[in-house]
């Protein structure tokens, strides 16, 4: 099964981050609100939600924090 059809198949919700986050995160680095570019409806505070590039490529998976 490849990346793609992977993170179309997987139970979390997703967030799709800029192609300039993508180093970063793949390293295991933040991911801040202004990095995001879509996201799927629903997302809470301390959910679990897979990452992926513009392509549907999955990056890794995350802890949601929200802050305000």
Request: overall charge positive; hydrophobic content about 35%; cysteine-free.
């Amino acid at each position: 099964m490849s990346d793609t059809e992977s993170a179309r198949s997987s139970p979390l919700r997703r967030i799709v981050i800029k192609d300039a986050a993508i180093p970063f995160v793949a390293r295991g680095g933040r991911i801040f609100s202004r990095q995001v570019i879509n996201s799927d409806p629903g997302i809470e505070d301390g959910e679990v939600v897979q990452v992926t590039d513009r392509n549907n490529h999955q990056l890794n998976s995350v802890k949601i924090f929200i802050t305000q």
